[in-house]
């Protein structure tokens, strides 16, 4: 198979795609959506984002040092680009999408009640890279809607038919395909391709 050879470039797709909430310190709320997030440690947990300088919500970020990541769902995929093409010094973002801003338990910014999962997060470290600045976060508090949880209390995301983005387009996620270790349990009867 014939590839071609690219210039260094940003090729890590499909990624989670979220909308980042927050609030100055006089309360106005914002909302930015982010493709550039992930996670880095289990323990302690710590998630990044990454955010141009100048990007309207980056002072808050910088200042207040909270905000929440709400994941998205295919219901939330004509506000996750609108809040990624619209500036918060131009419009009220949770007023033009209809989104519900609703108190965190940890943190001042506010969460979005449409969203599944509300991960509310404290800055511990910002690091300037160039194009972007590189915010690490620990998390300090995860907040799952209980219609997502079965009788055993296990969280199925899948239900609520979350989104990613892959170079400008957002993709549903899709069938599941296998689970966590499933290639090498016993009695295990799937075809394997083999590299």
């Known amino acids: 198979m014939a590839k071609e050879i690219w210039k260094p470039g940003n090729m890590l797709y499909p990624l989670p795609v979220v909308l980042v909430s927050m609030?100055?310190?006089?309360g106005k709320a914002n909302i930015i959506t982010l493709a550039w997030v992930g996670t880095v440690c289990t323990n302690p947990p710590i998630i990044s984002i990454s955010v141009r300088p100048e990007r309207y919500?980056?002072?808050?970020?910088?200042d207040t040092g909270e905000f929440v990541v709400n994941l998205t769902t295919k219901k939330l995929v004509f506000a996750t680009d609108y809040c990624?093409?619209?500036s918060g010094r131009e419009v009220d973002k949770f007023r033009e999408t209809g989104l519900t801003p609703t108190a965190a338990s940890c943190v001042k910014a506010p969460m979005i009640e449409e969203s599944p999962v509300n991960i509310e997060c404290r800055v511990r470290q910002v690091q300037s890279l160039g194009s972007h600045?590189?915010?690490l976060a620990d998390v300090v508090a995860v907040h799952a809607d209980?219609?997502?949880?079965?009788e055993t209390r296990k969280f199925h995301l899948e239900k609520a038919e979350p989104i990613v983005y892959s170079h400008g387009a957002y993709?549903?996620?899709g069938e599941q395909l296998g689970t966590f270790g499933y290639s090498v349990r016993r009695n295990q009867k799937s075809s394997r391709k083999q590299g």
């Open 23 to 26: 609030a100055d310190r006089e």
């Open 57 to 62: 919500s980056y002072p808050v970020l910088r």
């Open 84 to 86: 990624g093409v619209k």
């Open 133 to 135: 600045d590189l915010f």
């Open 146 to 150: 209980q219609k997502y949880m079965d």
């Open 171 to 173: 993709l549903s996620c």
